[in-house]
């Protein structure tokens, strides 16, 4: 398995719904934070868009990438066929291998069948452009639903980008998830989690927390993959708070520390 880094983890720091921060991280500071950590990939999610690069700016990061050795992954959010279709061609460009797209509740409400045959059209220019599709279990696309959509597809160009908390919004604890998803499994997001209640006793809330902080069992996780034959990106949810300052710096601790975690405990 090859760890790396997923454009998540600076949720903050590139910019996230209006928060944005004074001088946000770039696709390039990402290939930076990456080598200073020693991981070997970077995947860049739909907060960190590569398709609004140019093509010039693209070349650029490829070449920057390959220097360090680090290879690049891609992702966007919920189902686009022309978005897809975009993806590929900047996949292409940058030498990517896995395409992550994470479908959530508008995806729910299409027929199987016609999401199906949405993706199979896609599959040969991704092929061509040696690119799997990776489909990304997310908050509100229930897992079971999912396994259905991979047999309606039914070609080894597509998979699973397994996240392995995601899922809770879907009423599936996270080894359920991984029960349901891990024979599919090509692309893993791995990340730690707590419940804390509310002061008052008004039920809890769910938080991120550094790899090996909080309730997620990351050896079961990496027990069960099908293959060590994928990359491990590290994700994490650091909630919003009153001082986005700390919270941005608190994006490199974390990751500091789930890197350690990940070296030291999982053999990463």
Same mark, same amino acid.
């Given at each position: ?9 600076? @949720?903050? +720091? ?11 991280? &770039?696709? +390039?500071?990402?290939? /930076?934070?990456?080598?200073?950590? /020693? $991981? #070997?990939?970077?995947?860049? =999610? ?9 093509? /010039? ?5 490829? +070449?920057? =990438? ?6 690049? *992954?891609?992702?966007?959010? &919920? ?5 897809? *279709?975009? %993806? ?11 395409? @992550?797209? #994470? ?18 059209? $896609? ?12 489909? *990304? ?5 229930? &897992?079971? @639903? ?20 995601? &899922?809770?919004? =879907?009423? *599936? ?7 349901? $998803? ?17 002061? %008052? ?21 990496? /027990? ?20 986005? =300052?700390?919270? @941005? ?11 350690? %975690? ?7």
């Amino acid at each position: 398995m090859v760890l790396g880094l997923g454009s998540y983890t600076f @949720r903050w +720091s590139i910019g996230h719904k209006g928060l944005n921060p004074p001088q946000p991280l &770039s696709a +390039s500071d990402l290939l /930076d934070v990456a080598k200073a950590q /020693d $991981l #070997a990939v970077v995947q860049y =999610a739909d907060n960190c868009p590569l398709h609004l690069l140019s093509a /010039d700016e693209l070349a650029s990061l490829k +070449s920057k =990438a390959d220097a360090f050795g680090i290879a690049i *992954e891609l992702g966007t959010q &919920s189902f686009n066929a022309q978005e897809v *279709e975009d %993806y590929v061609a900047v996949g292409q460009s940058v030498g990517a291998k896995i395409l @992550r797209v #994470a479908l959530d509740g508008p995806d729910a409400k299409t027929p199987i069948v016609d999401l199906a045959a949405a993706f199979q059209a $896609l599959l040969p220019k991704a092929k061509d452009a040696g690119l799997r599709i990776a489909i *990304e279990n997310h908050f509100n696309y229930p &897992s079971p @639903r999912l396994v259905q959509l991979l047999d309606a597809i039914d070609d080894d160009g597509v998979g699973v980008c397994l996240d392995v908390a995601n &899922s809770i919004c =879907a009423g *599936e604890w996270p080894m359920e998830t991984v029960s349901m $998803l891990a024979t599919h499994t090509i692309n893993l997001h791995l990340k730690d989690y707590v419940i804390v209640p509310d002061p %008052y006793g008004v039920g809890f809330a769910i938080h991120g927390c550094p790899l090996g902080k909080g309730r997620t069992d990351c050896r079961a996780v990496l /027990d069960a993959m099908p293959t060590q034959d994928m990359t491990v990106i590290m994700e994490h949810w650091l909630p919003r708070t009153d001082d986005m =300052a700390r919270a @941005r710096q608190q994006e490199h601790d974390w990751l500091t520390q789930s890197v350690l %975690y990940a070296r030291n405990e999982l053999g990463l």
